[in-house]
């Protein structure tokens, strides 16, 4: 029998991860508790709907092979949270579509009450957790993009279950949830599946269902147990730590936040600049610019500002041989996570009138990608 993958995914939710989304996000540890077990199934809803269709489900698929090697636990270790919620961000932006990443934060940031960019912070960090523990559960069941595609939907009612009312009610406002659909089983749009939608549950049902299946959710311990040997590796990996700090995680509260999970983010300066923060620049140029390009008009009008991009990556290549071997794993993981989207639009550009015209750039741009991945 599947696991339940709310459950699967919460097992992550630590002292010290919870410490470090309340660090990161400005809130307190019961909030942010509350708020990150709400946002895993929120992400799950959308990655239900995502794969939807064919091409979603191959979308996901590919993302998270090609993630295999990259552990969201040890990221968090060796880049603190702001490394995670980088690669985060990327990631379900690629898979989800930005502008239903911002409606989604919009309505988390509301339930939570940090705003939306509260709720884009929380996305960002929980979106590898939940990642990774969907790609280990799909390396371990040997699924494929149907296989994985079918086991999302089939855990629909109990991913919709989990949300709880009040952020139900701010995704619902948003248009992300259609509540008045078959009683209340709604849907969320997004950009790779516009069309499908997601079961869901009312909490107004006067039979009391959703109730029952709440309560399910959360009484499934046979699942979670299951869960906990199939995905032995990425739960060892949360609770590791030493000895001492494992030993006194009930006095989390009291703790400096040097005690939780990670050490200090590494420093990405190089001659007085962040090649982070330059990294992010470049990307967002290339996210911005090539999606543009859909004939030889359009194409001459963008291919200066990728060439420039690609410049800027250039620059960083040279520079990040200076950073310490943390901040350069730091920042490969950085680029990897990234150029499955980049290489998407790449596709897609390639695809168009203008390929031939792009395709010079275009491969120079995965060269430089590459390069950086390995430094």
Request: aromatic share 2%; hydrophobic share 45%; glycine share 10%.
């Amino acid at each position: 029998m599947a696991v339940n993958l709310s459950s699967v995914a919460q097992q992550l939710l630590t002292p010290d991860v919870i410490a470090q989304i309340a660090s990161f996000v400005g809130i307190d540890r019961n909030t942010a508790q509350k708020v990150a077990t709400a946002t895993i199934p929120t992400i799950l809803a959308g990655l239900s709907d995502l794969v939807g269709t064919s091409a979603g489900a191959n979308q996901l698929s590919k993302l998270l092979s090609e993630q295999q090697g990259t552990n969201p636990m040890d990221l968090l270790r060796t880049s603190g949270a702001q490394g995670l919620a980088q690669m985060g961000s990327s990631m379900l932006s690629g898979l989800l579509g930005g502008r239903t990443v911002d409606t989604m934060a919009q309505a988390i940031g509301k339930f939570a009450g940090t705003g939306e960019g509260g709720g884009k912070s929380l996305l960002a960090f929980i979106g590898p957790l939940v990642l990774g523990a969907l790609g280990q559960q799909q390396r371990n069941a040997g699924l494929d993009a149907t296989g994985l595609a079918s086991l999302l939907r089939s855990q629909k009612d109990q991913i919709m279950a989990a949300i709880p009312s009040g952020l139900s009610d701010q995704l619902s406002a948003s248009g992300l949830i259609d509540k008045a659909e078959a009683g209340a089983r709604g849907g969320m749009a997004t950009a790779a599946a516009a069309g499908s939608r997601i079961a869901g549950v009312s909490e107004r049902a006067s039979t009391g269902a959703s109730r029952a299946a709440f309560a399910a959710s959360r009484t499934q311990w046979p699942y979670i147990l299951a869960a906990a040997v199939i995905l032995g590796g990425i739960a060892l990996y949360a609770l590791q730590g030493p000895t001492e700090q494992r030993g006194t995680e009930s006095a989390a509260v009291t703790r400096p936040s040097a005690g939780t999970v990670g050490v200090a983010s590494p420093d990405f300066t190089v001659d007085g600049v962040n090649l982070a923060s330059q990294v992010n620049s470049s990307l967002g140029t290339l996210k911005a610019a090539l999606p543009t390009i859909t004939d030889d008009a359009s194409a001459q009008a963008a291919l200066p500002k990728v060439n420039d991009a690609i410049s800027q990556l250039d620059g960083i290549t040279a520079r990040a041989a200076k950073l310490s071997p943390d901040a350069r794993s730091a920042l490969a993981k950085q680029i990897i996570a990234a150029t499955p989207a980049i290489n998407q639009m790449c596709d897609k550009v390639l695809a168009t009138p203008a390929g031939a015209v792009a395709k010079p750039a275009i491969d120079n741009l995965r060269a430089k990608l590459d390069e950086l991945a390995k430094v």
